[in-house]
């Protein structure tokens, strides 16, 4: 079946970096986009970026450009999302999500599938 | 704040239908077909319900209806169902800086 398996919990220090993986199986890894939401404890849900491993290009939601880096490996059929600088406010559960954007970032069509979530804690 | 405006809860008895609204912007809603509504469970992972306004992916009950008027969606939920309770979303493609809003959520409880 269709799914993404994130990696595990984190826990990270005030300045440091995470990295999270989104592994997906089931599906043509290169014919949909992977999209990146977080939630923050109690909160709702935010858009942080997409990833195409078509060709690669990204989309940052603004206020991540800079410290957000989103990369594939096709040959794993493995998404990574690192967030740099991280503070207090960055804890929250990272979800990925399929995406059926594939090329430029022209529309949006929903998240279909969804990954288990990855609590990274900052403290 | 976010971007797109939900009521904070709703509440219905089961068989009742319910309607959750979403406002945004003409750069947002406004301009494009591209609303889509979620469903999470406390400690899961977010289900799509409703993509591009009114369709449905696979699998999810006809119960789910969107629409759009304006710059306001709605969800609508028909027949009330105890495992319909549950924080509700949704989200807006808008072109220019951030693509994808997301509405501040809504919980659903079913009396």
């Known amino acids: 079946q269709v799914q993404l398996v994130q990696s595990g919990p984190e826990m990270k220090k005030p300045g440091a970096s995470v990295k999270v993986s989104c592994k997906a199986s089931?599906?043509?890894?290169?014919?949909?986009?992977i999209s990146w939401v977080r939630q923050a404890p109690g909160q709702g849900l935010e858009w942080m970026g997409w990833?195409?491993?078509?060709?690669?290009?990204?989309n940052f939601a603004q206020r991540y450009q800079g410290r957000v880096t989103m990369a594939t490996d096709t040959g794993t059929s493995t998404v990574y999302m690192e967030l740099r600088g991280l503070v207090s406010d960055d804890t929250a559960v990272y979800y990925c999500?399929?995406?059926?954007?594939?090329?430029?970032?022209?529309?949006?069509?929903?998240?279909?599938?969804w990954g288990q979530g990855t609590t990274v804690t900052v403290s | 704040q976010s971007a797109l405006t939900q009521p904070a809860s709703v509440s219905g008895s089961p068989g009742q239908s319910i309607t959750i609204s979403c406002t945004g912007t003409?750069?947002?809603?406004?301009?494009?077909?591209?609303v889509s509504w979620y469903q999470q469970h406390p400690g899961k992972a977010p289900k799509l319900l409703i993509y591009e306004v009114t369709s449905r992916p696979s699998g999810v009950s006809d119960r789910f209806s969107g629409s759009k008027s304006g710059n306001t969606a709605s969800l609508t939920i028909s027949g009330l169902q105890a495992q319909d309770e549950a924080d509700y979303y949704c989200s807006s493609y808008r072109v220019r800086h951030t693509h994808v809003l997301f509405g501040g959520g809504t919980r659903l409880t079913v009396l």
């Open positions: 089931g599906y043509s890894f290169s014919d949909y986009g």
């Open positions: 999500a399929r995406d059926p954007v594939l090329v430029n970032y022209y529309y949006h069509s929903g998240l279909d599938v």
């Open positions: 003409n750069s947002d809603i406004g301009a494009f077909t591209y």
């Open positions: 990833i195409s491993p078509y060709n690669g290009n990204t």
